[in-house]
């Protein structure tokens, strides 16, 4: 059963602390900064976000970190994505440290060094079509495909391939040097890699397998991660929007005066709403026991907030006209990430297809 309570004191205050964080280290200014940074450069905020205790908040207590619930970090979530930070919180903690917490005997000595801000490490997987796989020889295991898209991968120091052996799902950690690595950054500034681990090679005791139910809870919380950043840009696209029709001049009056106007601004306040409550359903669901019940509602999460998006983004941009899709507002680069997000996390088609399967 989901219930959504009032946020407590810790989360409020989580937020708020995001909040500060936000407003004084990011800005137009200093995300240009950012970006014109090496790729494979450790974001500037890493440490800082670590220092906070950013990083150890999803993860259990058992594994080293401050296990708080799904529904808590969602709150912090939405803040970052709010922000535009370009640290991969949600790929590194949210994804592969959750993921790993509940696969490996010794978590909390593999994670140590990434919780701490020290380093990076990323889950690299192939396409649904061209998985990634591992074939046994002996005492060795070769790896043989690719991983077209890691986000927060250009600085990872280490992937922990997702890869098919005897058609099971398994674990392999491969360094960077052993790794084919091409860096680039995605339209919204996001640092990811291209990752070719043809030949890739390691000691058969050095596969995690029995893994699929950690993969699993990892991917959903990964994809929770995806939706409360997304929730969060949404928020903040439909107030700079509603900022802006309150001061921008048409016939000499705000164009918010006009009803078409506020009827879009209605359809935003509603699809706003909407993806805020979603977030925190799948959040809830995170927690439940019923692995079909979670998949029902982070799949359904999925697909209405990737619309709700879709919505906001397009009317933000009539809005706002050509000001709309450039990098001279906050509002552009809100548009690209936005674009991007909802083009992450799988197809509505595929969230469809589980949805029903797991019903």
């Known amino acids: 059963m989901i219930r959504l309570d009032p946020p407590d004191d810790g989360v409020t205050m989580l937020k708020e602390t995001a909040e500060r964080f936000v407003a004084d280290r990011y800005g137009l200014a200093r995300r240009g900064e950012m970006l014109r940074k090496p790729d494979d450069q450790i974001p500037v905020h890493w440490a800082d976000m670590a220092g906070l205790g950013w990083l150890l908040a999803p993860v259990p207590e058992a594994a080293g970190g401050l296990g708080l619930p799904p529904v808590q970090i969602v709150a912090l979530l939405e803040v970052l994505g709010a922000g535009l930070v370009l640290e991969p919180v949600g790929p590194v903690v949210m994804r592969c440290a959750a993921t790993l917490a509940r696969a490996l005997p010794d978590a909390e000595a593999v994670l140590a060094p990434v919780l701490s801000g020290g380093c990076i490490e990323v889950m690299a997987g192939g396409e649904e079509a061209a998985p990634i796989t591992a074939m046994r020889d002996g005492e060795r295991v070769t790896l043989a495909g690719r991983a077209p898209l890691v986000v927060g991968g250009a600085a990872a120091r280490a992937f922990w391939v997702v890869a098919r052996m005897e058609s099971a799902p398994v674990l392999i950690r491969v360094p960077l040097e052993k790794a084919g690595v091409t860096r680039f950054r995605l339209v919204d500034g996001q640092a990811a890699a291209k990752v070719v681990f043809d030949g890739v090679s390691c000691d058969a005791g050095e596969v995690i397998t029995g893994c699929a139910p950690a993969l699993a809870f990892g991917a959903d919380m990964g994809l929770l991660g995806m939706l409360a950043e997304t929730s969060g840009l949404i928020d903040a696209l439909y107030r700079a929007t509603l900022e802006h029709v309150k001061l921008r001049e048409q016939f000499g009056r705000p164009i918010g005066r006009f009803q078409a106007v506020q009827h879009r601004m209605a359809d935003m306040f509603i699809a706003r709403e909407e993806a805020q409550s979603m977030v925190q359903l799948a959040a809830e669901a995170m927690e439940s026991a019923d692995t079909g ?67």
Do not use: C, Y
């Open 293 to 359: 019940f979670r998949a029902r509602l982070v799949s359904a999460a999925r697909i209405k907030i990737a619309g709700s998006a879709r919505a906001v983004l397009r009317d933000a941009v009539q809005l706002h006209g050509g000001m709309g899709v450039t990098d001279e507002l906050p509002v552009g680069h809100m548009v690209k990430r936005l674009l991007v997000l909802t083009q992450m996390g799988g197809s509505r088609a595929t969230h469809l297809k589980r949805f029903r399967e797991a019903a």
